[in-house]
């Protein structure tokens, strides 16, 4: 099996973030994604992964699209334009570049599947308690490499779970400890 999930619970941050430090070193441990959850004292979930946002993909698209449109003016020979003619044509090539590559990056990354089983992790993280943060991992071959995970990281107090969905268990054991 591969693209099976794994969750790390850990006492604290500052235990996560050594365990980060170890799990880098693995060299068994073939990440296909990674985040990482966690509760505030306030009740706000905070989840760090590699999502590209609408605003981020707006920006990209609009600033890729702005650049492609003045090389390609410039191609068609704009700058020959006499007088003001070159400063219109690419400004307003610019200006319409810019907002279609916009539009388009924002619908992309709205489309886009970066929204990594958002419903598990939500729900994990709204069954964390404040201050023991998880680990989510997709990793290829987990039953295979999960014992050997567990040692590893034995010594930061991880409990780990094999799949997403059975975390919450998990959460409340960590809490007790």
Request: no cysteine; aromatic share 6%.
């Amino acid at each position: 099996m591969t693209g099976e999930t794994i969750v790390a619970i850990f006492p604290s941050r500052v235990i996560l973030t050594k365990a980060l430090d170890r799990i880098m070193e693995l060299d068994y441990l073939n990440i296909r994604y990674a985040a990482i959850v966690a509760k505030a004292n306030s009740g706000e979930v905070v989840i760090l992964d590699d999502d590209i946002s609408a605003n981020e993909g707006g920006i990209a698209g609009g600033t890729l699209g702005a650049a492609m449109t003045a090389f390609s003016l410039m191609q068609l020979g704009a700058l020959t334009l006499p007088g003001v003619g070159p400063i219109i044509a690419l400004g307003t090539g610019l200006l319409a570049g810019g907002l279609l590559g916009g539009v388009t990056g924002r619908l992309a990354a709205n489309l886009m599947d970066f929204d990594y089983k958002n419903y598990q992790v939500k729900t994990l993280a709204s069954e964390l308690q404040a201050g023991h943060p998880a680990l989510v991992l997709e990793v290829d071959n987990s039953l295979d490499i999960l014992p050997q995970l567990r040692k590893d990281l034995a010594p930061y107090r991880a409990e780990v779970v094999e799949e997403l969905h059975e975390a919450q268990f998990a959460v409340h054991k960590v809490a007790r400890h």
